[in-house]
């Protein structure tokens, strides 16, 4: 089994944290600073028969120039050939204008969301439920999968609902 998955979300979120861990080698630039990972990455997981791509798609928030604009658009073709598309965000960040404008380059958009939700190592569960149910309002997602990429809590899990969707 193998498919392409597309890594969406704000700026610091985790995208980068979340492809070290899962590749298990750095491939992804990590960085605190916004707009740092500049390419479209991609790195390649494999377990026994199991084989997917994940390609960080940092062009897809709010551009600040004109390069932005043409990066907004290279995303936005990724987003169409993908199977599946991770959308990011911050268990410790309320929806945001951030989230707001990745969810409206979506209203066209054909491909399975999964709303990864991140940094769980920083909420309670009573601070989690509200702001699902704040994101689930926004779009259908496929899934709703809490992790955090830093201590790799779910992310096998994860990984599991995704090969068993692709
Ligand atoms: P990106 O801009 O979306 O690629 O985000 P990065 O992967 O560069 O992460 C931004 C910051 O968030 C870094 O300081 C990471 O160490 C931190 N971070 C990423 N994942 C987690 C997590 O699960 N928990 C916590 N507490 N911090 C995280
Ligand atoms: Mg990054």
């Known amino acids: 089994k193998s498919g392409f998955v597309a890594i969406i979300g704000r700026p610091n979120v985790g995208k980068s944290t979340f492809m070290n861990r899962v590749i298990g080698q750095k491939i992804a630039i990590m960085s605190d600073k916004a707009q740092t990972t500049r390419n479209k990455i991609q790195g390649v997981y494999t377990d026994n028969d199991k084989q997917i791509v994940f390609i960080d798609t940092p062009g897809i928030h709010k551009p600040k120039h004109k390069l932005g604009d043409f990066m907004v658009k290279i995303a936005e073709n990724t987003l169409n050939e993908v199977d599946a598309i991770m959308f990011m965000i911050n268990a410790d960040e309320g929806y945001g204008r951030g989230d707001q404008y990745i969810i409206d380059r979506l209203q066209s958009n054909k491909t399975p969301v999964f709303l990864v939700i991140n940094k769980i190592d920083l909420v309670t569960p009573d601070e989690l439920l509200p702001l699902i149910q704040q994101y689930k309002d926004k779009y259908p997602f496929q ?18 609902v995704f090969t068993d969707f692709l």
């Open 143 to 160: 899934e709703i999968l809490p992790i955090s990429a830093l201590e790799g809590n779910n992310v096998e899990h994860l990984m599991d």
